[in-house]
Nanobody, 116 residues
């Protein structure tokens, strides 16, 4: 069973930065990919970023491209989301996920609040 623990959320002013971490545990396993979605109040959950585990290929939502960077540390089975130039519209609960085989596992979510 893959378990994900997120950290790094918080309150930041517009233009500031935060780094989210998503650590996996639950045994020895091989991941296919990791990434993040986010959900703002009253809105649907939306894709943010994705990284393939072996090749490190990255994909971003248009709204965050150029401001957010996803990376992974294979030895620790951990992914990171560096968020720069944050805007109030980035305020949301951020959920990380890990793809293993044909299943997607989710973290508990971490709140990111950007004040104007």
């Amino acid at each position: 069973q893959v378990q994900l623990v997120e950290s790094g959320g918080g309150l930041v002013q517009s233009g500031g930065s935060l780094r989210l971490s998503c650590a996996t545990s639950g045994g020895i396993f091989v991941l296919n990919a990791m990434g993040w979605f986010r959900q703002a109040p009253g809105k649907e959950r939306e894709f943010v970023a994705h990284i393939t585990w072996n090749g490190g290929d990255t994909y971003y939502a248009v709204s965050v491209k150029g401001r957010f960077t996803i990376s992974r540390e294979k030895a620790k089975n951990t992914a990171y989301l560096q968020m720069n130039s944050l805007k109030p519209e980035d305020t949301a609960v951020y959920y990380c996920y890990a793809d293993r085989g044909g299943a997607r596992h989710w973290g508990q979510g971490t709140q990111v609040t950007v004040s104007s």
